[in-house]
């Protein structure tokens, strides 16, 4: 038996019914869309949980901001370099998430809401280390060095950061290694005067840029010395005319995690070892 022809007017219903309900839809499925699009906490930090998975807002990175504002006598980074602010990092997310409909202008993220955002300061030999904590998980760190006294260095006596200076000049195109990220890190460990380095400071970068040449595969791609090393004398908590113990220390470092046991031409041991010998002859020119 045939089927009789649907009715215009039971057509035109179904098409009306249809357009509405995709109608509904699309605003929702626009903010799926958007919500997946969002730059989230575990984009952009090494943490877990609830925040990895919560979109980065406008609230939090002003929150943020204000924080690291209140840290007294501290010139807050604006990128690697001694450390990173959390708060850079954070008004660059929230603006994209708020361009791609994410997130509302002035939103904040639950777990911030809940938990807060703080910033925090520990003194150690030669600075200070200030910690930023989104929800109880560190966000960001970088190291603050502590004014040395007018008189205390004689300025005609070339540092320890200095000599680190010159060796991004004369070889700062060469992919860092682990020898003179060893070396590197025993010059900061003399210039601070102890035996640690500051927690993101010029030794950690060396070892963390060292590790990542390792699994690069062009040179183009890794990092160099003058990466590291370029406004060294900014980037440690603290500074001191290099002496030949300090250059001896250095050297070791270097050839010990030297497959040949040799220190580098042109490297870290070589121009803190220079350092100490100018150093040791214009005391001696004083002397005489």
């Known amino acids: 038996m045939a089927q009789g022809q649907p009715r215009r007017e039971d057509v035109d219903e179904q098409l009306q019914e249809a357009s509405q309900q995709q109608q509904q839809e699309a605003p929702q499925q626009q903010q799926d869309m958007s919500e997946q699009a969002a730059i989230r906490y575990g984009h952009v930090f090494a943490v877990t949980g609830d925040l990895a998975g919560q979109p980065i807002s406008p609230r939090d990175a002003a929150a943020m901001r204000s924080a690291e504002d209140s840290v007294a006598g501290v010139q807050v980074p604006e990128a690697a370099g001694g450390g990173f602010s959390a708060a850079t990092a954070m008004e660059t997310a929230a603006a994209y998430n708020q361009a791609v409909g994410a997130v509302r202008p002035g939103q904040a993220s639950d777990a911030a809401s809940v938990h807060g955002i703080t910033v925090t300061q520990t003194a150690v030999p030669g600075g200070r280390v200030v910690t930023e904590f989104v929800a109880g998980q560190v966000v960001g760190q970088y190291s603050v060095a502590d004014p040395l006294p007018a008189a205390e260095e004689d300025a005609t006596k070339i540092t320890i950061g200095e000599a680190l200076e010159a060796t991004a000049r004369a070889g700062?195109?060469?992919?860092?290694?682990?020898?003179?990220?060893?070396?590197?890190?025993?010059?900061?460990?003399?210039?601070?005067?102890?035996?640690?380095?500051?927690?993101?400071?010029?030794?950690?970068?060396?070892?963390?840029?060292?590790?990542?040449?390792?699994?690069?595969?062009?040179?183009?791609?890794?990092?160099?010395?003058?990466?590291?090393?370029?406004?060294?004398?900014?980037?440690?908590?603290?500074?001191?005319?290099?002496?030949?113990?300090?250059?001896?220390?250095?050297?070791?470092?270097?050839?010990?995690?030297?497959?040949?046991?040799?220190?580098?031409?042109?490297?870290?041991?070589?121009?803190?070892?220079?350092?100490?010998?100018?150093?040791?002859?214009?005391?001696?020119?004083?002397?005489?």
Do not use: Y
């Open 172 to 288: 700062g195109g060469r992919p860092i290694d682990s020898a003179d990220a060893e070396a590197i890190r025993a010059a900061e460990m003399s210039a601070l005067g102890a035996d640690i380095t500051m927690p993101g400071g010029l030794g950690d970068q060396a070892q963390a840029a060292a590790r990542t040449n390792t699994q690069a595969t062009r040179d183009d791609d890794k990092v160099k010395v003058g990466d590291v090393l370029s406004d060294a004398t900014a980037k440690m908590a603290g500074d001191k005319a290099a002496a030949t113990e300090d250059a001896t220390r250095v050297v070791q470092a270097e050839k010990f995690d030297d497959a040949g046991a040799r220190a580098r031409a042109g490297g870290v041991g070589a121009a803190v070892a220079t350092a100490a010998r100018l150093n040791e002859d214009n005391d001696l020119g004083d002397a005489a």
